[in-house]
């Protein structure tokens, strides 16, 4: 397969600097849209919807750190060992990240939004209003370790305030 290029659209301003596993729930930044690319046009409407779909680069991520077969998340021994297609952690060929948002303000081209997990300076590729149309259809399922592992993923931590 061809490489395929990506321009970022955006960046993240604010919020957190580091990533963690956990306790992303009240995290506020700022997605700041290229002035020098996009007008403020690019925006209308997009107040309207309560959240965003925003598609990004694992920036930070140690690029020599790729898990493409099975491994247990988080190193956890309690969990399966699961493949990289089975697990939405940042290992990833294309280092790329997937994260519903809430959106809080439109201010030009400056988004604010709510739980956004990724951190300051995170290159954003996309932006999308969410529609709740293409939200999963039919019942849905998932690994009962899903939802031990992501029990404090939006919990907020002391010092969300200041994130």
Known sequence: MEPIEMIPVARVVGGRVEPTDDFWGGTRSIIRIDG???????????????????????????KTDLHPGARRPRNNPDWPEVGIFGHRNMRRLNWLGVSRCRLIAVDGLDLHVEDLDAVDGTPVLDIKPWFTEFGPRGEVRQAAWTTEMLTDYFAQGADAASR
């Open 36 to 62: 020098d690319r996009f007008p403020t046009e690019a925006t209308k409407g997009l107040e309207d919807f309560s959240h965003l779909e925003v598609a990004f680069h694992f920036h930070l991520t140690d």
